[in-house]
Protein backbone atom coordinates (compact mmCIF):
# COMPACT_ATOMS: atom_id res chain seq x y z
CA UNK A 1 0.00 0.00 0.00
CA UNK A 2 1.04 3.47 -0.84
CA UNK A 3 2.12 5.47 2.11
CA UNK A 4 4.24 8.64 3.74
CA UNK A 5 7.39 6.80 3.67
CA UNK A 6 7.44 7.21 0.30
CA UNK A 7 7.54 10.54 0.34
CA UNK A 8 10.08 10.83 2.96
CA UNK A 9 12.40 7.75 1.13
CA UNK A 10 12.15 10.13 -2.03
CA UNK A 11 13.83 12.67 0.22
CA UNK A 12 15.95 10.90 2.53
CA UNK A 13 17.45 8.36 0.52
CA UNK A 14 17.77 9.20 -3.14
CA UNK A 15 17.16 13.00 -3.59
CA UNK A 16 18.66 13.23 -7.00
CA UNK A 17 18.13 9.51 -7.43
CA UNK A 18 14.00 9.71 -6.58
CA UNK A 19 12.67 6.72 -4.18
CA UNK A 20 15.02 4.31 -4.73
CA UNK A 21 18.64 4.36 -5.77
CA UNK A 22 19.66 1.69 -8.87
CA UNK A 23 23.06 0.90 -8.81
CA UNK A 24 24.61 -0.92 -12.06
CA UNK A 25 28.24 0.62 -10.37
CA UNK A 26 30.78 -2.02 -10.43
CA UNK A 27 29.61 -3.92 -13.11
CA UNK A 28 31.51 -3.84 -16.21
CA UNK A 29 29.70 -2.36 -19.35
CA UNK A 30 28.90 -5.47 -21.05
CA UNK A 31 27.40 -6.87 -17.35
CA UNK A 32 25.57 -3.72 -16.81
CA UNK A 33 23.51 -4.22 -19.81
CA UNK A 34 21.64 -6.62 -17.87
CA UNK A 35 22.60 -6.33 -14.57
CA UNK A 36 19.74 -6.48 -11.94
CA UNK A 37 19.43 -2.90 -9.81
CA UNK A 38 20.47 -2.95 -6.12
CA UNK A 39 19.15 -0.55 -4.13
CA UNK A 40 21.37 1.32 -2.19
CA UNK A 41 20.86 1.27 1.00
CA UNK A 42 23.20 2.91 3.49
CA UNK A 43 24.34 2.95 6.95
CA UNK A 44 22.89 3.36 10.32
CA UNK A 45 19.94 1.85 9.53
CA UNK A 46 19.65 2.87 6.20
CA UNK A 47 16.02 4.33 4.85
CA UNK A 48 14.09 3.33 8.26
CA UNK A 49 16.11 5.00 9.67
CA UNK A 50 16.35 8.77 7.49
CA UNK A 51 12.37 7.99 6.88
CA UNK A 52 11.37 7.67 10.65
CA UNK A 53 13.78 10.95 11.69
CA UNK A 54 11.87 13.24 9.28
CA UNK A 55 8.64 11.59 9.89
CA UNK A 56 8.86 12.08 14.20
CA UNK A 57 10.62 15.90 13.27
CA UNK A 58 8.00 16.57 11.13
CA UNK A 59 5.25 15.32 13.65
CA UNK A 60 7.30 17.41 16.14
CA UNK A 61 6.86 21.08 14.57
CA UNK A 62 3.45 19.90 13.80
CA UNK A 63 2.56 19.31 17.16
CA UNK A 64 4.84 22.53 18.42
CA UNK A 65 2.59 24.89 15.88
CA UNK A 66 -0.79 23.49 16.98
CA UNK A 67 0.36 23.26 20.92
CA UNK A 68 0.08 19.29 20.85
CA UNK A 69 1.99 16.16 22.41
CA UNK A 70 3.88 14.72 19.47
CA UNK A 71 1.35 11.75 19.04
CA UNK A 72 -1.09 13.92 18.14
CA UNK A 73 0.96 15.64 16.04
CA UNK A 74 2.37 12.46 14.18
CA UNK A 75 -1.74 11.50 14.09
CA UNK A 76 -2.44 15.28 12.60
CA UNK A 77 0.21 14.71 9.71
CA UNK A 78 -1.41 11.01 9.15
CA UNK A 79 -4.45 13.39 8.82
CA UNK A 80 -3.26 15.48 5.98
CA UNK A 81 -2.86 12.41 4.02
CA UNK A 82 -4.59 10.32 1.35
CA UNK A 83 -6.30 7.26 1.95
CA UNK A 84 -4.71 5.14 1.79
CA UNK A 85 -1.65 6.36 2.86
CA UNK A 86 -3.28 7.69 6.01
CA UNK A 87 -4.12 4.04 7.23
CA UNK A 88 -0.57 3.08 6.88
CA UNK A 89 0.77 6.35 8.80
CA UNK A 90 -1.49 5.82 11.53
CA UNK A 91 -0.54 2.17 11.88
CA UNK A 92 3.21 3.66 11.86
CA UNK A 93 2.34 6.24 14.59
CA UNK A 94 0.60 3.50 16.63
CA UNK A 95 2.87 0.99 16.19
CA UNK A 96 5.84 3.50 17.84
CA UNK A 97 3.46 4.65 20.16
CA UNK A 98 5.26 3.52 24.05
CA UNK A 99 8.51 5.38 22.41
CA UNK A 100 6.52 8.39 21.25
CA UNK A 101 5.26 8.33 25.39
CA UNK A 102 8.97 8.33 26.46
CA UNK A 103 9.38 11.20 23.96
CA UNK A 104 9.15 14.47 25.86
CA UNK A 105 10.24 12.94 29.24
CA UNK A 106 13.31 11.96 28.34
CA UNK A 107 14.36 15.63 26.11
CA UNK A 108 14.79 13.65 23.50
CA UNK A 109 15.52 14.51 19.56
CA UNK A 110 13.73 12.73 16.91
CA UNK A 111 17.32 11.30 16.00
CA UNK A 112 17.55 9.65 19.47
CA UNK A 113 14.56 8.18 19.35
CA UNK A 114 14.88 6.65 16.01
CA UNK A 115 17.93 5.21 17.61
CA UNK A 116 16.69 4.02 21.16
CA UNK A 117 13.38 2.39 19.52
CA UNK A 118 16.01 0.41 17.04
CA UNK A 119 14.67 1.50 13.97
CA UNK A 120 18.34 3.25 13.46
CA UNK A 121 21.93 1.47 14.72
CA UNK A 122 24.35 3.41 16.68
CA UNK A 123 27.33 1.67 14.37
CA UNK A 124 29.92 2.93 14.50
CA UNK A 125 28.24 6.14 15.73
CA UNK A 126 24.80 8.08 15.63
CA UNK A 127 24.16 10.14 12.49
CA UNK A 128 22.37 13.18 13.91
CA UNK A 129 19.86 15.40 11.46
CA UNK A 130 18.76 17.45 14.59
CA UNK A 131 20.94 19.21 17.49
CA UNK A 132 21.22 17.23 20.11
CA UNK A 133 24.13 16.53 23.04
CA UNK A 134 22.85 12.70 23.66
CA UNK A 135 25.14 10.28 22.75
CA UNK A 136 25.09 6.51 22.50
CA UNK A 137 25.86 5.97 26.11
CA UNK A 138 23.07 7.87 27.33
CA UNK A 139 20.30 6.24 25.44
CA UNK A 140 21.72 2.84 25.92
CA UNK A 141 20.47 4.03 30.06
CA UNK A 142 17.22 5.63 28.88
CA UNK A 143 13.98 3.86 29.83
CA UNK A 144 12.33 4.61 26.54
CA UNK A 145 11.01 0.47 25.20
CA UNK A 146 13.00 -0.72 22.55
CA UNK A 147 10.54 -1.82 19.42
CA UNK A 148 10.20 -5.27 19.61
CA UNK A 149 11.34 -7.68 16.67
CA UNK A 150 8.29 -8.37 15.69
CA UNK A 151 7.55 -4.33 16.05
CA UNK A 152 10.35 -2.73 14.28
CA UNK A 153 9.29 -5.70 11.13
CA UNK A 154 6.03 -4.25 11.19
CA UNK A 155 7.35 -0.94 10.32
CA UNK A 156 9.98 -2.02 8.06
CA UNK A 157 7.75 -3.85 5.62
CA UNK A 158 5.90 -0.82 5.52
CA UNK A 159 8.94 0.47 4.22
CA UNK A 160 9.97 -1.74 2.22
CA UNK A 161 6.39 -2.30 0.50
CA UNK A 162 6.51 1.59 -0.14
CA UNK A 163 7.81 1.02 -3.62
CA UNK A 164 6.00 -0.30 -5.45
CA UNK A 165 2.73 0.45 -3.38
CA UNK A 166 0.22 -0.97 -5.61
CA UNK A 167 1.76 -4.38 -5.59
CA UNK A 168 0.17 -4.51 -2.49
CA UNK A 169 -3.64 -3.58 -3.21
CA UNK A 170 -6.27 -6.27 -3.38
CA UNK A 171 -7.06 -7.18 -7.05
CA UNK A 172 -4.45 -5.08 -8.62
CA UNK A 173 -1.71 -7.34 -8.82
CA UNK A 174 -1.64 -7.29 -12.65
CA UNK A 175 -0.46 -3.58 -11.91
CA UNK A 176 2.80 -5.10 -10.44
CA UNK A 177 4.45 -6.00 -13.68
CA UNK A 178 3.57 -2.59 -14.97
CA UNK A 179 5.52 -1.09 -11.95
CA UNK A 180 8.16 -3.36 -12.48
CA UNK A 181 8.69 -2.50 -16.37
CA UNK A 182 7.88 1.27 -15.94
CA UNK A 183 10.42 1.72 -13.26
CA UNK A 184 13.18 -0.74 -13.90
CA UNK A 185 12.81 -0.58 -17.70
CA UNK A 186 11.94 3.38 -18.54
CA UNK A 187 8.92 1.69 -20.52
CA UNK A 188 4.96 2.72 -20.08
CA UNK A 189 3.06 0.59 -17.58
CA UNK A 190 -0.04 0.45 -19.96
CA UNK A 191 1.32 -0.51 -23.52
CA UNK A 192 -1.58 -2.91 -25.04
CA UNK A 193 0.44 -2.87 -28.21
CA UNK A 194 3.98 -2.94 -27.16
CA UNK A 195 5.44 -0.30 -29.48
CA UNK A 196 6.81 1.65 -26.28
CA UNK A 197 4.68 4.41 -26.41
CA UNK A 198 0.91 5.13 -24.28
CA UNK A 199 -2.10 6.92 -24.18
CA UNK A 200 -1.98 7.15 -20.45
CA UNK A 201 0.09 9.94 -19.31
CA UNK A 202 1.72 8.19 -16.18
CA UNK A 203 3.89 5.60 -15.22
CA UNK A 204 6.15 6.48 -18.12
CA UNK A 205 3.42 6.96 -20.29
CA UNK A 206 2.64 10.18 -22.22
CA UNK A 207 4.22 12.69 -19.78
CA UNK A 208 7.19 10.79 -21.07
CA UNK A 209 6.91 9.91 -25.10
CA UNK A 210 4.52 11.24 -27.29
CA UNK A 211 0.92 10.26 -27.00
CA UNK A 212 0.14 6.93 -28.90
CA UNK A 213 -2.93 7.34 -31.33
CA UNK A 214 -3.71 4.13 -31.92
CA UNK A 215 -2.58 1.66 -29.20
CA UNK A 216 -3.90 -1.30 -30.13
CA UNK A 217 -1.23 -1.42 -33.47
CA UNK A 218 2.15 -1.18 -33.34
CA UNK A 219 2.89 0.37 -36.35
CA UNK A 220 1.00 3.05 -35.42
CA UNK A 221 3.32 5.70 -33.09
CA UNK A 222 4.89 8.81 -32.73
CA UNK A 223 8.33 9.30 -34.73
CA UNK A 224 8.00 6.95 -37.57
CA UNK A 225 7.35 7.51 -41.47
CA UNK A 226 4.12 7.92 -41.88
CA UNK A 227 2.55 4.77 -43.67
CA UNK A 228 1.51 5.69 -47.44
CA UNK A 229 1.65 9.12 -47.10
CA UNK A 230 -1.32 8.81 -43.97
CA UNK A 231 -3.98 9.21 -46.45
CA UNK A 232 -6.64 7.42 -44.37
CA UNK A 233 -5.30 7.44 -40.83
CA UNK A 234 -2.80 8.84 -38.51
CA UNK A 235 -0.04 6.55 -38.29
CA UNK A 236 3.05 8.49 -37.11
CA UNK A 237 0.41 10.60 -34.74
CA UNK A 238 1.25 14.11 -35.62
CA UNK A 239 -2.61 14.85 -36.34
CA UNK A 240 -1.47 15.34 -39.81
CA UNK A 241 -3.39 12.71 -41.94
CA UNK A 242 -5.95 12.80 -45.15
CA UNK A 243 -5.82 14.17 -48.38
CA UNK A 244 -5.71 17.53 -50.38
CA UNK A 245 -8.72 16.78 -52.90
CA UNK A 246 -7.16 19.97 -55.22
CA UNK A 247 -4.00 17.96 -55.86
CA UNK A 248 -4.89 14.68 -54.87
CA UNK A 249 -1.51 14.53 -52.45
CA UNK A 250 -1.46 13.60 -49.01
CA UNK A 251 -1.07 16.55 -46.32
CA UNK A 252 1.57 14.32 -44.92
CA UNK A 253 3.55 14.66 -48.26
CA UNK A 254 2.33 18.22 -48.98
CA UNK A 255 3.27 19.52 -45.89
CA UNK A 256 5.81 17.67 -44.07
CA UNK A 257 7.68 15.57 -46.78
CA UNK A 258 10.97 17.59 -47.40
CA UNK A 259 10.76 19.67 -44.41
CA UNK A 260 13.46 18.40 -41.94
CA UNK A 261 10.99 16.90 -39.26
CA UNK A 262 12.70 15.56 -36.63
CA UNK A 263 12.09 14.03 -33.32
CA UNK A 264 13.82 15.03 -29.82
CA UNK A 265 15.85 12.17 -27.64
CA UNK A 266 17.04 12.33 -24.13
CA UNK A 267 19.11 10.27 -22.55
CA UNK A 268 19.77 11.62 -19.15
CA UNK A 269 19.58 11.60 -15.52
CA UNK A 270 17.62 13.26 -12.65
CA UNK A 271 18.22 17.08 -13.89
CA UNK A 272 16.26 15.71 -17.47
CA UNK A 273 13.52 14.52 -15.75
CA UNK A 274 13.11 17.21 -13.69
CA UNK A 275 12.61 15.79 -10.18
CA UNK A 276 11.35 17.95 -7.96
CA UNK A 277 9.46 17.03 -4.43
CA UNK A 278 7.54 20.10 -3.41
CA UNK A 279 9.32 22.10 -0.28
CA UNK A 280 6.31 22.42 1.26
CA UNK A 281 5.82 18.53 2.11
CA UNK A 282 8.88 19.31 4.79
CA UNK A 283 7.87 22.20 6.29
CA UNK A 284 5.03 21.95 9.02
CA UNK A 285 4.22 25.71 8.50
CA UNK A 286 3.20 25.05 4.94
CA UNK A 287 1.01 22.02 5.30
CA UNK A 288 -2.78 21.77 5.64
CA UNK A 289 -5.32 19.43 4.32
CA UNK A 290 -5.02 19.99 0.65
CA UNK A 291 -0.85 19.76 0.54
CA UNK A 292 -0.62 16.05 -0.22
CA UNK A 293 -3.75 15.86 -2.53
CA UNK A 294 -1.47 14.88 -5.52
CA UNK A 295 0.93 12.46 -4.17
CA UNK A 296 -0.42 9.73 -5.82
CA UNK A 297 0.68 11.32 -9.28
CA UNK A 298 3.48 12.46 -8.36
CA UNK A 299 4.70 8.92 -7.32
CA UNK A 300 3.56 7.57 -10.08
CA UNK A 301 6.13 9.66 -11.88
CA UNK A 302 8.32 8.53 -9.68
CA UNK A 303 8.95 12.26 -8.48
CA UNK A 304 9.49 13.50 -12.09
CA UNK A 305 7.83 16.45 -14.08
CA UNK A 306 9.17 15.45 -17.52
CA UNK A 307 5.72 17.57 -19.05
CA UNK A 308 7.32 21.11 -17.45
CA UNK A 309 10.94 20.29 -17.84
CA UNK A 310 13.55 21.96 -20.38
CA UNK A 311 14.33 18.80 -22.31
CA UNK A 312 10.44 17.84 -23.48
CA UNK A 313 8.03 19.78 -21.77
CA UNK A 314 5.06 20.77 -23.47
CA UNK A 315 2.17 22.27 -21.15
CA UNK A 316 1.97 24.50 -18.21
CA UNK A 317 1.93 22.87 -14.60
CA UNK A 318 -1.76 21.31 -13.20
CA UNK A 319 -0.62 21.39 -9.63
CA UNK A 320 -0.11 25.02 -9.01
CA UNK A 321 0.29 24.76 -5.26
CA UNK A 322 3.70 22.43 -5.34
CA UNK A 323 4.98 23.37 -8.36
CA UNK A 324 4.38 26.64 -10.98
CA UNK A 325 6.42 28.14 -13.43
CA UNK A 326 6.82 29.23 -17.05
CA UNK A 327 7.66 26.20 -18.98
CA UNK A 328 9.92 26.37 -22.21
CA UNK A 329 11.59 23.35 -23.51
CA UNK A 330 13.67 22.28 -26.80
CA UNK A 331 10.76 19.58 -28.10
CA UNK A 332 8.37 23.06 -28.08
CA UNK A 333 10.91 24.86 -29.63
CA UNK A 334 11.45 22.46 -32.52
CA UNK A 335 8.03 21.75 -32.92
CA UNK A 336 6.98 25.61 -33.15
CA UNK A 337 9.88 25.57 -36.03
CA UNK A 338 8.00 22.64 -37.40
CA UNK A 339 4.30 21.06 -36.32
CA UNK A 340 5.37 18.16 -38.31
CA UNK A 341 7.55 17.26 -34.98
CA UNK A 342 4.41 17.48 -33.15
CA UNK A 343 4.38 14.51 -30.14
CA UNK A 344 7.89 13.10 -32.02
CA UNK A 345 9.85 12.90 -28.27
CA UNK A 346 11.15 10.29 -26.06
CA UNK A 347 12.51 11.18 -22.46
CA UNK A 348 14.54 8.19 -21.31
CA UNK A 349 16.13 9.82 -18.28
CA UNK A 350 16.52 7.89 -15.66
CA UNK A 351 17.12 9.65 -11.46
CA UNK A 352 20.52 8.66 -10.83
CA UNK A 353 21.53 7.30 -13.68
CA UNK A 354 25.12 7.56 -14.72
CA UNK A 355 27.37 6.17 -17.87
CA UNK A 356 26.95 2.70 -17.11
CA UNK A 357 23.57 2.75 -16.17
CA UNK A 358 22.83 4.34 -19.46
CA UNK A 359 23.66 0.89 -21.47
CA UNK A 360 20.95 -0.82 -19.57
CA UNK A 361 18.40 2.28 -19.99
CA UNK A 362 18.86 2.66 -23.74
CA UNK A 363 17.33 -0.44 -24.10
CA UNK A 364 13.91 1.56 -23.78
CA UNK A 365 14.86 3.49 -26.68
CA UNK A 366 12.03 3.03 -29.38
CA UNK A 367 13.45 4.29 -32.71
CA UNK A 368 14.54 3.02 -36.12
CA UNK A 369 16.61 3.36 -39.14
CA UNK A 370 13.55 3.53 -40.81
CA UNK A 371 12.30 6.10 -38.55
CA UNK A 372 12.68 9.95 -38.67
CA UNK A 373 15.51 11.31 -37.81
CA UNK A 374 16.02 12.49 -34.14
CA UNK A 375 17.89 15.08 -32.53
CA UNK A 376 19.26 12.90 -29.44
CA UNK A 377 21.08 14.74 -26.01
CA UNK A 378 22.99 12.90 -24.22
CA UNK A 379 23.42 14.56 -20.90
CA UNK A 380 24.40 12.65 -17.67
CA UNK A 381 25.43 15.62 -15.68
CA UNK A 382 26.37 14.47 -12.18
CA UNK A 383 25.80 10.72 -11.18
CA UNK A 384 29.19 9.77 -12.75
CA UNK A 385 31.20 11.73 -9.92
CA UNK A 386 28.14 11.61 -7.34
CA UNK A 387 27.93 9.10 -4.63
CA UNK A 388 26.33 8.28 -1.55
CA UNK A 389 30.13 8.24 -0.15
CA UNK A 390 32.76 10.17 0.02
CA UNK A 391 35.09 8.28 -1.36
CA UNK A 392 36.53 9.55 -5.08
CA UNK A 393 37.47 5.98 -5.80
CA UNK A 394 33.77 5.23 -6.38
CA UNK A 395 33.46 8.20 -9.14
CA UNK A 396 33.68 7.16 -12.63
CA UNK A 397 37.81 6.95 -14.46
CA UNK A 398 37.93 9.16 -17.26
CA UNK A 399 38.79 5.43 -19.50
CA UNK A 400 35.18 4.42 -18.20
CA UNK A 401 33.25 6.85 -19.28
CA UNK A 402 35.06 7.42 -22.47
CA UNK A 403 34.36 3.49 -23.32
CA UNK A 404 30.57 3.99 -22.15
CA UNK A 405 30.14 7.18 -24.51
CA UNK A 406 31.44 5.09 -27.23
CA UNK A 407 29.31 1.81 -26.08
CA UNK A 408 26.22 4.38 -26.36
CA UNK A 409 27.27 6.26 -29.74
CA UNK A 410 27.71 2.66 -31.17
CA UNK A 411 24.50 1.47 -29.96
CA UNK A 412 22.71 4.71 -31.28
CA UNK A 413 24.23 4.31 -35.16
CA UNK A 414 22.72 1.10 -35.29
CA UNK A 415 19.04 2.46 -34.28
CA UNK A 416 18.73 5.94 -35.54
CA UNK A 417 17.75 7.37 -39.04
CA UNK A 418 20.67 8.93 -41.57
CA UNK A 419 20.49 12.54 -40.62
CA UNK A 420 20.12 12.43 -37.20
CA UNK A 421 22.22 14.54 -34.51
CA UNK A 422 23.73 13.77 -31.12
CA UNK A 423 24.25 16.26 -28.75
CA UNK A 424 27.06 15.74 -26.04
CA UNK A 425 26.55 17.59 -22.96
CA UNK A 426 29.25 18.38 -20.25
CA UNK A 427 28.79 17.23 -16.66
CA UNK A 428 28.12 20.03 -14.15
CA UNK A 429 30.96 21.70 -11.60
CA UNK A 430 28.65 22.10 -8.41
CA UNK A 431 31.94 23.06 -6.76
CA UNK A 432 29.46 26.09 -5.87
CA UNK A 433 26.94 24.16 -3.97
CA UNK A 434 28.11 24.22 -0.52
CA UNK A 435 29.47 27.39 -0.19
CA UNK A 436 26.44 28.83 -1.47
CA UNK A 437 23.88 26.59 0.44
CA UNK A 438 25.49 25.36 3.61
CA UNK A 439 24.28 28.35 5.96
CA UNK A 440 20.93 28.60 4.51
CA UNK A 441 17.47 27.09 6.26
CA UNK A 442 16.45 24.06 5.23
CA UNK A 443 12.43 23.33 4.75
CA UNK A 444 12.89 20.98 7.67
CA UNK A 445 14.57 23.68 9.87
CA UNK A 446 12.68 26.53 9.07
CA UNK A 447 10.34 26.34 11.96
CA UNK A 448 12.57 26.27 15.16
CA UNK A 449 15.90 27.50 12.64
CA UNK A 450 17.70 24.68 13.56
CA UNK A 451 19.01 22.14 10.44
CA UNK A 452 20.59 24.18 7.44
CA UNK A 453 21.89 22.72 4.73
CA UNK A 454 25.08 21.93 6.28
CA UNK A 455 23.34 19.80 8.75
CA UNK A 456 21.28 17.78 6.35
CA UNK A 457 24.45 17.47 3.97
CA UNK A 458 26.40 15.96 7.32
CA UNK A 459 23.08 13.80 7.63
CA UNK A 460 23.63 12.64 4.10
CA UNK A 461 27.01 11.51 4.32
CA UNK A 462 26.77 10.32 7.63
CA UNK A 463 23.97 7.74 7.07
CA UNK A 464 25.64 7.04 3.25
CA UNK A 465 22.22 8.05 1.68
CA UNK A 466 22.55 11.39 0.04
CA UNK A 467 22.61 12.58 -3.51
CA UNK A 468 25.92 13.47 -3.95
CA UNK A 469 28.92 13.09 -0.74
CA UNK A 470 31.67 15.00 -3.28
CA UNK A 471 29.77 18.16 -3.66
CA UNK A 472 27.24 18.52 -0.87
CA UNK A 473 30.39 17.86 2.05
CA UNK A 474 32.23 20.45 4.75
CA UNK A 475 35.75 18.46 3.23
CA UNK A 476 36.52 21.65 0.98
CA UNK A 477 39.49 19.57 -0.70
CA UNK A 478 36.95 16.32 -1.73
CA UNK A 479 34.66 19.03 -3.19
CA UNK A 480 37.69 20.43 -5.40
CA UNK A 481 38.72 16.12 -6.56
CA UNK A 482 35.26 15.99 -7.36
CA UNK A 483 34.88 18.97 -9.70
CA UNK A 484 38.53 18.07 -11.03
CA UNK A 485 36.93 14.62 -12.09
CA UNK A 486 33.56 16.34 -13.52
CA UNK A 487 35.89 18.65 -15.47
CA UNK A 488 37.96 15.91 -16.74
CA UNK A 489 34.92 13.89 -18.14
CA UNK A 490 33.50 16.74 -20.00
CA UNK A 491 36.77 17.09 -21.61
CA UNK A 492 36.03 13.20 -22.67
CA UNK A 493 33.00 14.49 -24.39
CA UNK A 494 34.66 17.24 -25.85
CA UNK A 495 37.55 15.20 -27.17
CA UNK A 496 34.40 12.49 -28.36
CA UNK A 497 32.90 15.09 -30.30
CA UNK A 498 36.13 16.40 -32.05
CA UNK A 499 36.66 12.57 -33.10
CA UNK A 500 33.90 10.92 -33.32
CA UNK A 501 32.77 9.77 -36.95
CA UNK A 502 29.10 8.17 -37.67
CA UNK A 503 27.03 7.34 -40.61
CA UNK A 504 24.03 8.40 -39.44
CA UNK A 505 24.25 11.11 -37.37
CA UNK A 506 26.99 13.92 -36.96
CA UNK A 507 28.15 14.85 -33.05
CA UNK A 508 28.37 18.26 -31.18
CA UNK A 509 29.56 18.97 -27.91
CA UNK A 510 28.03 22.15 -25.09
CA UNK A 511 29.01 23.03 -21.82
CA UNK A 512 26.93 22.18 -19.18
CA UNK A 513 23.97 24.66 -19.34
CA UNK A 514 23.26 24.98 -15.47
CA UNK A 515 26.56 26.18 -14.87
CA UNK A 516 26.31 28.68 -17.58
CA UNK A 517 23.07 29.72 -16.09
CA UNK A 518 23.89 30.39 -12.93
CA UNK A 519 27.00 32.11 -13.80
CA UNK A 520 24.91 34.43 -15.16
CA UNK A 521 22.07 34.94 -12.81
CA UNK A 522 24.74 35.72 -10.72
CA UNK A 523 26.47 38.31 -12.31
CA UNK A 524 22.84 39.82 -13.01
CA UNK A 525 22.90 40.18 -9.04
CA UNK A 526 20.56 37.30 -8.14
CA UNK A 527 21.12 34.28 -5.69
CA UNK A 528 22.21 30.83 -6.45
CA UNK A 529 19.62 29.28 -4.12
CA UNK A 530 16.87 30.85 -6.07
CA UNK A 531 17.39 28.45 -8.73
CA UNK A 532 17.78 25.09 -6.96
CA UNK A 533 15.49 22.83 -5.53
CA UNK A 534 14.90 23.70 -1.81
CA UNK A 535 14.29 20.38 -0.32
CA UNK A 536 17.54 18.45 -2.38
CA UNK A 537 19.65 21.76 -2.82
CA UNK A 538 21.31 20.44 -6.40
CA UNK A 539 18.52 20.26 -8.85
CA UNK A 540 17.56 23.60 -11.20
CA UNK A 541 13.88 24.63 -10.05
CA UNK A 542 11.07 25.20 -12.73
CA UNK A 543 12.54 29.07 -13.34
CA UNK A 544 15.95 27.38 -14.38
CA UNK A 545 14.63 24.67 -16.53
CA UNK A 546 13.62 27.15 -19.02
CA UNK A 547 16.74 29.27 -18.35
CA UNK A 548 18.01 25.87 -19.45
CA UNK A 549 16.05 25.96 -22.38
CA UNK A 550 17.20 29.38 -23.57
CA UNK A 551 21.24 28.46 -22.24
CA UNK A 552 20.83 25.48 -24.55
CA UNK A 553 19.11 26.85 -27.86
CA UNK A 554 21.25 29.85 -27.88
CA UNK A 555 24.20 27.20 -27.70
CA UNK A 556 23.54 24.78 -30.32
CA UNK A 557 22.10 28.52 -33.00
CA UNK A 558 25.88 29.60 -32.44
CA UNK A 559 27.80 26.46 -32.54
CA UNK A 560 25.52 23.60 -34.52
CA UNK A 561 22.01 25.51 -36.01
CA UNK A 562 21.83 22.80 -38.79
CA UNK A 563 20.74 20.19 -35.55
CA UNK A 564 17.52 22.51 -34.91
CA UNK A 565 16.26 21.56 -38.58
CA UNK A 566 14.54 24.28 -40.71
CA UNK A 567 11.62 26.83 -40.11
CA UNK A 568 8.45 24.58 -42.04
CA UNK A 569 6.87 26.91 -44.39
CA UNK A 570 4.07 25.33 -44.20
CA UNK A 571 3.00 25.46 -40.48
CA UNK A 572 0.25 28.41 -40.76
CA UNK A 573 -1.22 25.56 -43.24
CA UNK A 574 -1.18 23.10 -40.82
CA UNK A 575 -2.38 25.29 -38.14
CA UNK A 576 -5.70 25.84 -40.00
CA UNK A 577 -6.66 22.62 -41.12
CA UNK A 578 -5.64 20.65 -38.21
CA UNK A 579 -5.31 23.41 -35.50
CA UNK A 580 -3.59 21.64 -31.81
CA UNK A 581 -3.26 18.13 -34.31
CA UNK A 582 -5.00 16.08 -31.39
CA UNK A 583 -3.07 18.23 -28.34
CA UNK A 584 -0.78 15.84 -26.04
Not at 188 to 216: I, K, M
Not at 273 to 297: K, R, Y
Not at 359 to 371: E, M, P, T
Not at 403 to 430: C, F, M, W
Request: aromatic share 10%; with cysteine.
Amino acid sequence: MMNIFFTILTFTCAICTSSAIYHIRGYTSTEAINAPRKVGRGTHGGFQCGACTVLVGIGEQLADINNETLAEGLVRLCGHLPWPTSVDCTTVVFTLGPAVLDYLKDSSTPDSLCYSVGLCEAEPGMCHLFPSSVDVETLETRSSRKLSWKEQSIISDLLERAFPWLCYIPGVQQLCQALERTFHDLVPGLDVDGDGFSPAETFRGALWRGRDCHDGNHNFRPGRRPIRGDRHVDSNCNGIYGVNKSSGTTWEEELCEGTGAQGIIYLGDSVGAHFHIPPQWFSPLDMDETIFENLTEVITNEGDWPHLGFATGFRNSTMKPIIQGRVDSIYLRLRERNLCNHRNYQNLARNGANSTDTLFYIKALKQSKSDQPALVFYSLIGNDVCTEKADPSRMSSPSLFRRNVYKTLKILEQQLAPGSHVILVGLIDAGFLYDAMANRFHPLGRLNRNIKYKDMYGWFNCMEIGPCAGWMNSNSTLREETSKRSIQLSQVLADVADTAKFFNFDVTFIPNPFQAVIREWVENGGEIHELVEPVDSLHPTQAAQALITEQVWKELMEKAPHVLGPVNSNNDVIKQLFGDQGGH
